[in-house]
C-alpha cells in the first residue's frame, strides 16, 4: 500500500461493506495511492476482476501490478462507458469511489492544490487537459466568480473575495497560490486565515475540475454498470457531495426529484445500506486528519 502518496480513509468499512464476491468483478473509481484496490484484491479469487480508475498520471502507476486488474487513465464520469467497453455492462458486482483528493496532490507544491505552498495555481487533476486555477481566475467573469466561491465553497463575503480578486488581476496576473493568498489579505481573519483560503481553494479546485458534473455523470454510470444485488459504496468530503449521493440512493436522482411511472409509482434504482452515513473513528482521525469530513454511504442496486 502506498501510504507515502495516500492514506485510505475508511479502509475496512469501505471494503467491508462491498461484501466482495472472491468471483466477482468491482470497479474502483478512484485508485488514488491504491489502498483501497489492494483491500478488495486481497479478497478476489482468481477469477475475479478489478477495474482501476484514474485521471491522474502519477494515481495510475499505483494499480497492483496482477493479471486480475485493468488500470485506465480517465475521468470516472466514463464508468459505464469502460464497463461496457471491457464486458461488464450490467455485470459488476461492486464500485467504491473515495471522492477526496489524495494526500499526494495536496503535497505536491506545483500541483497547486494547497495554499500551504508558494506555487503555480494549477488545480488540475488531469495535468494535460483543461484550463488551470490561474486560467480560470484571471479570465472569469466577477459575478460568476463570486458564484462558483458561494456555491462550491460556501464562502462567507464571496462577493468581495471575487471583487478583491479582480482588482488584483487588473493590477498584475495571478498566477500563484502567494498571488491568491495576497489579493484576499484583508477578507482573512487573523486568527485563523486558513479556514476562508481552504473554502475558496475548495471551491476553484471543484470548477476547474467540473467536480460536481463528473460526479453526477459517475452516479448515473453506477447504476448502468452494477448488476442487480451489485453494491456501491461512496466516500464524501463536504456537503454538496453527500447531498449529491444521499439523494441519488434514495431516489435515483442526483437532485433529489421522483419520478413516477404511469401506474404512480416511485421506481428506486437503489435500496439504501446505510441509513445514515458511516464515519471514520476517532483513531483513524488522530492518524489521519484529512479523515475528519469523511462520510461513507452504500446502497445495493435493485431489479428496477
Do not use: W
Request: net charge positive; aromatic share 6%; charged share 25%.
Amino acid at each position: 500500500m502506498n501510504t507515502a502518496y495516500h492514506i485510505p480513509v475508511m479502509l475496512r468499512e469501505s471494503i467491508d461493506i462491498l461484501e466482495v464476491n472472491p468471483r466477482g468483478v468491482y470497479i474502483d473509481a478512484t485508485l488514488g495511492g491504491g489502498g483501497h484496490s489492494r483491500a478488495i484484491l486481497s479478497r478476489l479469487g482468481p477469477e475475479g476482476r478489478l477495474i482501476c480508475l484514474d485521471m491522474d498520471r502519477d494515481a495510475i502507476a499505483n494499480a497492483p501490478a496482477d493479471s486480475r486488474v485493468t488500470a485506465v487513465r480517465s475521468n470516472f464520469r466514463f464508468i459505464h462507458n469502460h464497463a461496457r467497453n471491457l464486458g461488464y455492462d450490467h455485470a459488476v458486482d461492486g464500485i467504491l469511489a473515495d471522492l477526496g483528493v489524495s494526500s499526494h496532490q495536496f503535497d505536491t507544491p506545483e500541483r497547486g492544490f494547497s495554499f500551504r505552498f508558494d506555487s503555480p495555481l494549477d488545480m488540475r487533476m488531469n495535468t494535460s487537459a483543461g484550463e488551470s486555477a490561474a486560467d480560470l481566475l484571471n479570465t472569469c467573469g466577477q459575478d460568476r466568480l463570486a458564484d462558483i466561491l458561494h456555491t462550491y465553497g460556501e464562502v462567507e463575503g464571496s462577493r468581495r473575495a471575487a471583487a478583491l480578486i479582480c482588482a488584483a488581476r487588473a493590477k498584475s496576473p495571478i498566477r500563484t497560490t502567494a498571488d491568491l493568498n495576497s489579493a484576499l489579505k484583508s477578507i482573512l481573519p487573523p486568527a485563523a486565515p486558513h479556514k476562508t483560503l481552504a473554502k475558496i481553494y475548495q471551491a476553484l479546485r471543484i470548477e476547474v475540475n467540473g467536480e460536481m458534473r463528473s460526479l453526477e455523470q459517475l452516479l448515473r454510470g453506477i447504476a448502468l454498470s452494477l448488476k442487480p444485488g451489485g453494491i456501491a459504496a461512496v466516500i464524501t468530503y463536504h456537503s454538496l457531495e453527500d447531498r449529491m449521493v444521499k439523494n441519488f440512493f434514495r431516489c435515483g436522482d442526483p437532485h433529489g426529484r421522483q419520478d413516477t411511472d404511469i401506474y404512480g409509482r416511485k421506481p428506486a434504482p437503489f435500496s439504501v445500506i446505510t441509513r445514515k452515513p458511516v464515519l471514520p473513528g476517532e483513531a483513524e482521525i488522530m492518524q489521519n486528519t484529512r479523515a475528519r469530513s469523511a462520510k461513507l454511504r452504500a446502497a445495493r442496486r435493485t431489479q428496477s
